[in-house]
Nanobody, 124 residues
Framework: QLVESGGGSVQTGGSLTLSCKAS????????VGWFRQTPGKEREGVAT????????YYTESVKGRFTISRDIDKNTVSLEMNSLKSEDTAKYYC????????????????????WGQGTQVTVS
């Protein structure tokens, strides 16, 4: 089970940090991704992290603004979002693949078998 938190409303240029708490231990062979979706649009991969070596990948539109990281002690993965834009407005979902071979595909949401309920981020 994955539970997201940290969403909310923020002004353009502001910051938010989302957290994803996992009930199952995030061992080294796990990929965790953050995805987002707005009504009428397909779900978009935002950032991924491979727990084994902390390698990360970002979609182009968030590079330099968002940072995905892990906290093993808290068994969480966070998404720090800075310089937020109106186009970042979406419902953000955390997802995990607990049996990864090390490749965390940002554009393949079907890789991820565990999903949270999502948290809304609104930038205005």
């Amino acid at each position: 089970q994955l539970v997201e938190s940290g969403g909310g409303s923020v002004q353009t240029g502001g910051s938010l940090t989302l957290s994803c708490k996992a009930s199952e231990y995030l061992y080294s062979g796990t990929c965790v991704g953050w995805f987002r979706q707005t009504p009428g649009k397909e779900r978009e991969g935002v950032a991924t992290i491979y727990i084994g070596d902390s390698s990360t990948y970002y979609t182009e539109s968030v590079k330099g603004r968002f940072t995905i990281s892990r906290d093993i002690d808290k068994n969480t993965v966070s998404l720090e979002m800075n310089s937020l834009k109106s186009e970042d407005t979406a419902k953000y979902y955390c997802a995990a693949d607990f049996g990864s071979n090390g490749y965390c595909y940002i554009d393949l949401s079907t890789q991820y078998t565990a999903w949270g309920q999502g948290t809304q981020v609104t930038v205005s």
